[in-house]
C-alpha cells in the first residue's frame, strides 16, 4: 500500500495563495491516478482536483477552476495543489487521496488510500 502525507495547510487572506504538498511513500508513487479533496465542517468531502498517473491529464472541479493547479513529480514522489485567488468558502481539511487505477476520479469511495489531511483556513 502506499502512506500518503499532506503538508503546506494554513491560515491565509483572502486572495492569497497556498501550495499544498502530499507525500507518498511505501509503493511506486507513479502507479495511482491521485486526487485532491476538502471537507468543510458539516459538509461533505468533494474532490477539488484529480490527475491521472503520468500527470498529462487533470480535472477540477467547476468551484476552483482557474484558481487551483494540481500536479505531480513522479520523481519525487510528491503531489501538489496550487491554490490562489483563495476565498473564505475554500476553508476546509484538505486531503490527498490515491486510486490503483489509472484515470481522473471526482468519486470518494474510488479512491483507495488517505492521507490525514492539512487545514486550510482563509480569513476575510
Known amino acids: 500500500q502506499v502512506q500518503l502525507v499532506e503538508s503546506g495547510g494554513g491560515l491565509v487572506q483572502a486572495g492569497g495563495s497556498l501550495r499544498l504538498s502530499c507525500a507518498a511513500s511505501?509503493?511506486?508513487?507513479?502507479?495511482?491516478?491521485m486526487g485532491w479533496f476538502r471537507q468543510a465542517p458539516g459538509k461533505e468531502r468533494e474532490c477539488v482536483a484529480a490527475i491521472n498517473r503520468s500527470g498529462g491529464s487533470t480535472r477540477y472541479a467547476d468551484s476552483v477552476k482557474g484558481r487551483f493547479t494540481i500536479s505531480r513529480d513522479n520523481a519525487k514522489n510528491t503531489l501538489y495543489l496550487q491554490m490562489n485567488s483563495l476565498k473564505p468558502e475554500d476553508t476546509a481539511v484538505y486531503y490527498c487521496?490515491?486510486?490503483?487505477?489509472?484515470?481522473?476520479?471526482?468519486?470518494?469511495?474510488?479512491?483507495?488510500?488517505w492521507g490525514q489531511g492539512t487545514q486550510v483556513t482563509v480569513s476575510s
Open positions: 511505501g509503493r511506486t508513487f507513479s502507479n495511482y491516478a
Open positions: 487521496a490515491a486510486n490503483r487505477r489509472d484515470g481522473l476520479f471526482i468519486l470518494r469511495n474510488s479512491y483507495d488510500y
